[in-house]
């Protein structure tokens, strides 16, 4: 947990390359000695390969449904694993943590005032105009409803510095 007087950033992180990039950009660009950085993943779990006979009714799979969801809970905890090394490796302060929550960006938002973030920096996932629309953004919510700063790191093209 943050002391007081220290900075106090969030990371919003879902596995994407958006995200490390978003994550990358606060280590190089944005770091401070002393700040504590929060970073959180909103995981949605899905059922994609399950159909919906082994779902529910008499021929459910109730072990293969909890297996999946144990498969897709571990990659969340490795995720955050791994985020929260990277920290150490380069000396920050702070936690990745999993939240659970309906929707990312209410979830995020609730993050940021509880906490009381000083920053937030985010990634996007570069959805066209369209699909934008029609899907809503994370980033956007965010931008349009947190109380602190919000930084939207754009994804890098490849071959660009």
């Not at 929060?38 to 909890?66: C, Q, T, W």
């Not at 969340?76 to 939240?99: H, I, N, P, W």
């Amino acid at each position: 947990m943050a002391r007081e007087g220290q900075r106090r950033i969030l990371i919003a992180v879902d596995g994407s390359e958006a995200a490390e990039n978003a994550f990358d950009w606060y280590l190089n660009q944005l770091r401070q000695k002393d700040d504590y950085v929060y970073g959180i993943h909103v995981p949605e779990y899905n059922l994609s390969g399950m159909s919906a006979f082994r779902l529910v009714g008499p021929l459910s799979d109730p072990k293969a449904l909890s297996d999946q969801f144990k498969e897709q809970h571990d990659k969340v905890e490795k995720l955050c694993a791994d985020y929260t090394a990277k920290l150490r490796q380069f000396g920050v302060s702070g936690q990745v943590d999993s939240m659970s929550g309906d929707k990312p960006g209410e979830t995020i938002v609730q993050q940021i005032e509880s906490l009381r973030i000083d920053n937030v920096v985010m990634g996007t996932r570069g959805l066209g105009k369209v699909k934008r629309f029609l899907l809503g953004s994370v980033s956007n919510f965010v931008v349009q409803n947190s109380m602190a700063p919000v930084s939207v790191i754009p994804l890098k093209e490849k071959g660009q510095s």
